[in-house]
């Protein structure tokens, strides 16, 4: 009579199990992570709050002499190099490899892409691109709507004569967890992916020109001076002196970057700190005053009463009932 063998034992420690469960995944993460892939979201309503909402976002290698674009989007957002295409939200496309060329605008403007730019299509806006056959290209992409981007057209800081921009390190790690998040559930993460837009916003607004960077960097270190110091009663022309430049240059600059001249800066840092203290301290209309370096109670209360509507006596008083 044979006697049936016994099953193989596995004698592999549980440690070393672990290890190549963690590797077999490590390697399947890799293997999406350089699958070509799109999403299309809806509109949601939170992210909209905040000015922006991703729409669509995708990663996709187009190889050598293939045709381009690949005719699997929806038909509002696929084209013919023919016809080309308008879209009715912003795309902020990366091409991290390969080179080709992009059209634009009534004119069909061209300029030559390369590895490592980054452009922004306008809605509206007529446009085509695609990769040079010999090289091919890889392209990510995020599409989003709303007030933050339009916002930045209104206020100059996007171009739609200029579409084109260098990459940054950190406009490739924010498309790397754009893709993480899109690849695991476009809708569970729609609103943490539409952030990520807002920072791709803000990086692309962020200025390259020396001159210009330097005049921000300037701004907002007043601003901050100016708030720290708002309960002294310096003067913007000392500010200007201390900074090293002349009142005139500072006054129009300062102007140029928020909109408001550096006194009414100062003055609404100072009403807002005075809200603070009618708010939650017991403290006198006159120790405010002084606190925030108003000259007299008078001076404050008539200051506040501008800015605010009514006499801090009478904001205190609403704000407790």
Known sequence: MTVPSAPPVDTTPKSTKVIICIQKMILKRRRQMTENYFVYMPDNRISAAWGCTAVSTGYSVIAPHSSY??????????????RGRILQ??????????????????????????????????????????????????????????????????????????????????????????????????????????????????????????????????????????????????????????????????????????GISAKQYQMNVRVQRARDFLVNTDKSVKEIAGLLGFHSAFHFSSQFKNAVGCAPTEYRRTSEN
């Open 69 to 82: 674009p690949p005719s699997r989007h929806p038909d509002d957002h696929h084209f013919s190099w023919s």
């Open 89 to 258: 939200a912003y795309q902020v496309v990366l091409i991290s490899a390969g080179s080709g060329k992009l059209e634009f605008g009534n004119l069909r403007r061209q300029v030559r892409v390369t590895e490592g730019s980054i452009f922004l299509l306008f809605p509206d806006v007529w446009h085509r691109f695609a990769p040079d056959r010999r090289t091919g290209w890889t392209e990510h992409w995020i599409e989003c709507r709303g007030t933050a981007f339009d916002f930045a057209v209104d206020a100059g800081l996007l171009h739609v004569e200029r579409p084109l921009n260098p990459a940054r390190d950190e406009i490739n790690h924010v498309f790397a967890a754009i893709h993480d998040l899109a690849r695991q559930d476009p809708v569970l993460h729609q609103l943490v992916i539409s952030t990520l837009g807002l920072q791709l916003l803000a990086l692309l607004c962020r200025p390259d020109d020396l001159a210009t960077g330097a005049g921000t960097r300037l701004v907002d270190r007043a601003r901050m001076i100016l708030m720290e110091r708002c309960g002294t009663s310096q003067s913007v022309e000392d500010l200007a002196a201390e900074m090293g430049v002349s009142y005139p240059y500072f006054r129009r600059l300062f102007r140029e970057q928020t």
